[in-house]
């Protein structure tokens, strides 16, 4: 599910932070019925990522005066999928609405769109999930069926929704979450973050990682390169200099 948020042509995931005392599950289902008006019955929880996933944000993005300073976010990713009719999706659950409409995009497409800085973070949870997403479709179906993506992130925060494939990020207050839209617009948003005394974030695989790492059939590696082609030159001794005798 891709959402546009309210009276904006940007577009994201559903994303929240978590309140004191709540653990990401309860934090997913409250910001999922805020954000797009689904109940606990309403999906099923397929997965969620084993580990919390981070990133750090460029030094451009962040906020030096901000106390406490936030450096980047770490969040926690659940695949759901939706067992109700599409009218279950409301926009306008409360007052404040988050979006103004959805809609469903083929399972891939978010790690085209997202920023760059949040690309590596999207294509892990992603690839984790893609077992069980993908064995939703039918084979002949590049996108899946009724599948919803949540993301989420350890501090308080707000979300997002859509349809198809789903991902709702949760977001903390103090860290920058930007779609490649709101990156051209400069439109940042609050939200969870990292703190500078956290541990540092090994949030990168080496290159031979990456060459080494199997990527399923829906992910395309395209590797550039460039050969120099090599011209041989002759010495003038060898030119074809043919004289008659």
């Not at 409250?30 to 929880?45: A, C, M, Q, S, T």
């Not at 936030?70 to 979006?99: H, T, Y």
């Not at 919803?148 to 789903?166: G, V, W």
């Amino acid at each position: 599910m891709w959402a546009r948020r309210y009276a904006q042509n940007s577009w994201q995931f559903p994303q929240g932070g978590i309140n004191p005392g709540e653990t990401a599950e309860q934090a997913m289902y409250r910001e999922l019925y805020e954000e797009v008006g689904l109940k606990p019955d309403n999906v099923k929880i397929l997965a969620v990522s084993r580990v919390w996933l981070r990133y750090k944000l460029p030094k451009r993005m962040v906020r030096w005066d901000s106390k406490p300073l936030c450096i980047g976010q770490k969040q926690r990713w659940f695949l759901l999928e939706l067992i109700s009719p599409d009218e279950a999706v409301n926009m306008i659950s409360n007052s404040k609405p988050e979006f103004d409409g959805y809609r469903w995009v083929t399972y891939w497409y978010p790690i085209r769109q997202v920023v760059s800085f949040k690309r590596d973070v999207y294509r892990r949870a992603l690839k984790e999930f893609a077992p069980f997403a993908l064995a939703l479709q039918s084979p002949f179906d590049m996108i899946p069926m009724q599948s919803l993506t949540f993301s989420f992130d350890k501090k308080n925060a707000k979300t997002r929704p859509d349809k198809n494939t789903q991902m709702l990020e949760m977001l903390t207050k103090e860290s920058i979450d930007l779609t490649s839209v709101d990156l051209q617009k400069n439109n940042i948003s609050n939200s969870p973050c990292i703190h500078s005394d956290d541990k540092p974030l090994n949030l990168h695989e080496t290159k031979a990682d990456k060459l080494n790492e199997k990527l399923s059939p829906a992910e395309e590696v395209v590797i550039n390169t460039k050969v120099k082609k090599k011209t041989r030159s002759w010495p003038k001794r060898f030119k074809k200099k043919h004289k008659n005798t």
